[in-house]
């Protein structure tokens, strides 16, 4: 008898046979679903892009259509100024540097030159305004003399004037403006000074600088520290530096008013330890649902802007199965310009009725969600542990994370997204691109202290080079740190 042939088969008897085949069938149909599934799963993962995931736009093929950007609809208004929208135009000074008096010229049609004509100088007035850059040099010298009583004496030189020709205030504080706000590197600079004013500053000068900053600049960033962790709202996150050979993390804890940098070898638990502020903060914490923000004891806050790339990749992967992805993102965007019209029109809440119709909204597309995507089954035969699909992976997440995905609707103190928060990385990481890597750890430390405050200075409005001038003369301006929002 051959194996695999069942002697109980047979033209009378072929329910043995039937049943075999409906088993092998059953399995063949799961194998293929599984299969799909991870196709549609590969196959998402290669049209990812900045519009569908955390990938940032400079990752996306120039050869692809650009991603829709927003989830902003149109408003059907053309672009650029409305009407009765009021210009802008520049005044004219009152004390101009110079005058120039525009005198006739030509012959009139009598003949006579115009020169001649008796003429008187018209209100009517016009100004250029023009930048001139040059380097200015003053020089100190002491001097000595004899009292009647015999004792010599000697003027000293004021100080920061130790060298015979060091570099004052304001050159220190244009090398530190430029590489440390405008983002450029040492050595261009370096010549930019040397071409545009005159100064032959060495790169190792403007390093030098840099430093002189960092040391003056750091209680003014441990008071910057302080104030966030009183703030009601803050955002953190964190990005990837490379410091040398190695993988460095910049961590940012800020608010629309402040900003603190802290850069570390790590990523997770030991570096937001070592960072020193969370551990104290009661505010509400706005991230990216990564898990190490969620070991403080703080109230927490999910960035939807994340949920709504992570959406628009399930809705884009297979759109039949993942309807619910188009009508959560509908939602969130409801949610989200319901929250905004409420804060312009002064509310400190959303209308009552809204704020419980949209949570149960959100459990109900969730409930239809899980049930067109259970967990997977291993396949038939094993017991082995099968990877969730990411639609289940979203779902889990926002049906166990409820309150923190919708504290925007509760709390309008609450912003939809962690924007701020990527806003001010986004400089760091633009320092990298265009500098490439620091070379060491003390360097990407002045980095982070002089940033720290310099960002700080952008967000109240102060202007950053006379504040630069200051720090170097040893008097650096404190920012504003009532502001805890």
């Not at 900045?50 to 990752?59: F, G, T, V």
């Not at 545009?196 to 910057?224: F, N």
Request: charged letters at 25%.
């Amino acid at each position: 008898m051959h194996e695999g042939i069942d002697a109980t088969a047979g033209p009378d008897n072929p329910a043995p046979e039937l049943e075999r085949l409906r088993a092998e069938n059953a399995a063949l149909r799961g194998l293929v679903e599984q299969l799909q599934q991870r196709i549609a799963e590969l196959e998402a993962r290669l049209n990812k892009d900045s519009h569908n995931s955390n990938k940032p736009p400079s990752s996306d093929s120039p050869f692809k259509k650009p991603p829709p950007r927003s989830q902003r609809k149109s408003s059907g208004r053309k672009p650029g100024g409305q009407k009765g929208h009021p210009g802008a135009t520049r005044e004219l000074a009152d004390d101009p540097d110079q005058h120039v008096t525009v005198p006739l010229s030509g012959a009139c049609e009598c003949g006579r030159a115009c020169a001649a004509i008796a003429a008187e100088v018209l209100p009517e007035r016009r100004q250029v305004i023009e930048l001139e850059i040059r380097r200015q040099v003053t020089e100190y010298r002491i001097v000595a003399g004899t009292c009647a009583c015999g004792r010599a004496h000697r003027s000293d030189f004021p100080e920061g004037v130790a060298a015979p020709v060091p570099y004052g205030p304001s050159v220190s504080a244009l090398a530190v403006y430029l590489t440390q706000d405008q983002l450029r590197p040492y050595h261009r600079t370096a010549e930019l000074l040397a071409q545009v004013g005159g100064i032959a500053l060495s790169p190792g000068s403007v390093h030098r600088a840099l430093e002189v900053a960092g040391a003056r600049l750091k209680p003014l960033e441990q008071a910057i520290r302080d104030a966030l962790v009183t703030a009601d709202i803050a955002h953190a996150d964190e990005t990837g530096m490379r410091v040398g050979a190695k993988l460095y993390w910049l961590h940012v804890l800020s608010t629309p008013e402040l900003t603190a940098y802290f850069p570390h070898p790590k990523r997770g638990a030991e570096a937001l330890d070592a960072f020193g502020l969370l551990a104290f903060f009661t505010g509400i914490l706005v991230h990216d649902h990564w898990s190490a923000y969620e070991r403080f004891g703080c109230l927490h806050a999910f960035c939807n802007a994340h949920h709504l790339r992570e959406l628009i990749a399930l809705a884009e992967t297979i759109p039949s199965q993942q309807r619910w992805a188009e009508e959560m993102i509908a939602l969130l965007c409801e949610a989200n310009t319901g929250t905004a019209e409420a804060r312009l029109q002064g509310l400190d809440a959303l209308p009552a009725e809204d704020i419980e119709r949209l949570p149960g909204r959100y459990d109900a597309i969730l409930d239809a969600a899980a049930q067109r995507n259970p967990p997977r089954a291993p396949p038939p035969g094993t017991k082995r542990r099968v990877k969730p699909s990411p639609a289940y992976n979203l779902i889990k997440r926002l049906r166990q994370k409820r309150d923190e995905v919708l504290r925007f609707i509760t709390d309008l103190r609450v912003p939809f997204d962690n924007n701020q928060a990527e806003r001010d990385m986004r400089m760091a990481k633009l320092k990298q691109k265009i500098s490439g890597t620091f070379r060491t750890h003390a360097g990407i430390e002045h980095f982070a202290t002089v940033r720290s405050y310099l960002s700080t200075l952008h967000k109240q409005g102060v202007d950053i080079f006379p504040a630069l001038v200051l720090t170097f003369q040893g008097s650096p301006p404190m920012p504003a740190l009532g502001v805890a929002e």
